[in-house]
């Protein structure tokens, strides 16, 4: 991966616990422009690399984040937090796995810190005359950052738990509707509500489009991994993977050049095609057709089948 060296330009608190942060290049030359939904990664120190949605107006200059700190975790939110004007970080290019698409109306439904990527399609849509409406839920008004912006428009409704008006699935998103498209963005807990509910409702998976992370991830579910065998194509050569290994430690461990960044599952630079075997999907970045198209994700995914060739 390339990194780009940035710099801490401006520095607010969107909440108590939400720091705004802008960047710009240290060289003074703009960023690469980004598509709303984009995320970037940010390098905070050795082995220590998060993935962030940008969340201001899409396109070149200055890169916003909008960062929760998250108690218990491990370690990202914090040092982002611990960032003051002027420090410097090394940054992706943006990467989206959360495009707007073609539709005629969309949905968004924000979970607290969710509201990131929502916020940047919003600006986006906003922009591009579409018609759309937003849900934001949150804690409370004091959780919820961007109040002021979005307080002023009627296409938003807030939902703080304090208040008790909750986000009701049925009543907010309601029957499936032709032409439309659902964006969910939050903490796993809410978007695990979000989609099971509008699963339940009738809504197509295909309608429903998410992202995960801005917030603690958990480990995935599923049953508990059991070994197998890598067979790396070009050489032939095969390495055991054992339960508490993944197919990317094995590949770094032994010289393969194989691409990563996040080895969390989430940002998809570690992808590469299985040639033969039955990979067990554990990442959130792919879509079921590229998983169809053999697609597979050596930091976070595994084999069913006793070996796994791929494509490197
Ligand atoms: S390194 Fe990010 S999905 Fe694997």
Redesign the pocket.
Known sequence: MTWIDAQVRARTLATSDIVLLDLAAVDGAEFPSYTAGSHIDVQLGPGMVR?YSLCGTPGPGRYRLAVLNVANSRGGSQAMHALAVGDRVRISAPRNHFPLVTTHRHVLIAGGIGITPLLAMLTELERAGAEYVLHYSARSRFHAAFLDELSANPRVSFHFDDQHIGLDVARDLGEPQAETAVYVCGPDGFMDYVLSKAEALGWPRRALHTERFGTDRTAPTGPEPTGFVVRVASTGTEYGVTEDQTV?DVLLDNGVDA?????????????VRVLAGEPDHR???LTDAERADGMF????SRAHSPVLEVDL
Do not use: K, Y
């Open positions: 993935q990317l691409p990563f960044s996040c080895q969390q599952g989430i940002c998809g630079e570690c992808v990442d959130d970045v994700t050596t930091c976070s």
